[in-house]
Nanobody, 126 residues
């Protein structure tokens, strides 16, 4: 049974930091595209960052470049999203997702991901 379990969300003030974790189980972790997505109320789901577990290549949406870092721990089958200098506009439900087959330049297309976690809420106050 495939499971992606996110944790680490919470409430912080603007300028603060959080680290999200996504623990994967029930499938072969290697050579997977792992993405972080977010969705705020009334807005479309948005790709935040992605990592290819085979070679650790990473990519980010422009609005988080320089502030967020995606990484992985292969031994723990876990992907992280380190979020610094948080802004109120980062407030959203954050989801972890996984896919085996994906073109790298379509990493942001949330509908191309097969597996999803339940989400973790991030709230940033001004």
């Amino acid at each position: 049974q495939v499971q992606l379990v996110e944790s680490g969300g919470g409430s912080v003030q603007a300028g603060g930091s959080l680290r999200l974790s996504c623990a994967a189980s029930g499938f072969t972790y290697s050579n997977k595209y792992m993405g972080w997505f977010r969705q705020a109320p009334g807005k479309e789901r948005e790709g935040v960052a992605a990592i290819y577990t085979g070679d650790s290549r990473t990519t980010y949406t422009d609005s988080v470049k320089g502030r967020f870092t995606i990484s992985q721990d292969n031994a723990k089958n876990t992907v992280y999203l380190e979020m610094n200098s948080l802004k109120p506009e980062d407030t959203a439900m954050y989801y972890c997702a996984a896919n085996r087959n994906l073109y790298w330049d379509e990493w942001w297309r949330w509908w191309r991901y097969n597996y999803w976690g339940q989400g973790t809420q991030v709230t940033v106050s001004s």
